[in-house]
């Protein structure tokens, strides 16, 4: 299996600020890699798909980049709609695997 | 705009088979693949596997020898079995169906094994 490993697991962030997240995964997974956000008692919401594509009706605040082994996710200017839970994940080769998640939260 | 929605049982006992069904509306279920999920706090996020339009099918390798995964192209829905459940599958779980990601979700469906 293909770990997914996300860093920072937390981070504290204000309104406006810009917030990085970094998935690493064991192995090269090109650009078959996902992002989702997730707000509690929600299920998760595709933001960012084949590593860089924004899904339709997502902001433009939400970018994601990278390719091989390190990949990122960027929130300019975070909103407080933002606050929540972030989570990689690769479909590169089955099992499909995802990250442990980043929680951002208020500073 | 394609909508899942899970039904099913949310408390089973250690032992029996959990099912589970997704019913799939605003969209034909004769494309794309149709996926589950779990979530549970020790765990995370666990991909259990996926039916392909065509019936193929591809499941996790750590429940594999438990996990059913069906479509019921008459009914537009998909449902999944998971057979000799124990706690650790106590788990909200998720249809969601892969287009370019995991694009569409259901609501979740939290089911408890106890007994």
């Known amino acids: 299996d293909i770990q997914m490993t996300q860093s920072p697991s937390s981070l504290s962030a204000s309104v406006g600020d810009r917030v990085t997240i970094t998935c690493r995964a064991s192995?090269?997974?090109?650009?078959?890699l996902n992002w989702y956000q997730q707000k509690p008692g929600k299920a998760p919401k595709l933001l960012i798909y084949?590593?860089?594509s924004l899904q339709s009706g997502v902001p433009s605040r939400f970018s994601g980049s990278g390719s091989g082994t390190d990949l990122t996710l960027t929130i300019n200017s975070l909103q407080p709609e933002d606050f929540a839970t972030y989570y990689c994940q690769q479909s590169y080769s089955t099992p499909w695997t995802f990250g442990q998640g980043t929680k951002v939260d208020v500073k | 705009q394609v909508q899942l929605q899970e039904s099913g049982p949310g408390l089973v006992k250690p032992s029996e088979t959990l099912s589970l069904t997704c019913n799939v509306s605003g969209g034909s279920i004769s494309s794309y693949y149709w996926s589950w999920i779990r979530q549970s706090p020790g765990k995370g996020l666990e991909w259990i596997g996926y039916?392909?339009?065509?019936?193929?099918?591809n499941y996790n390798p750590s429940l594999k020898s438990r996990v059913t995964i069906s479509l019921d192209r008459s009914k537009n829905q998909y449902s999944l079995k998971l057979s000799s459940v124990t706690a650790a599958d106590t788990a909200v779980y998720y249809c969601a169906t892969a287009v370019a990601g995991l694009d569409y979700w259901g609501q979740g469906t939290l089911v408890t094994v106890s007994s």
């Open positions: 192995q090269s997974i090109s650009t078959y």
């Open positions: 084949a590593a860089s």
């Open positions: 039916i392909y339009y065509s019936g193929s099918t």
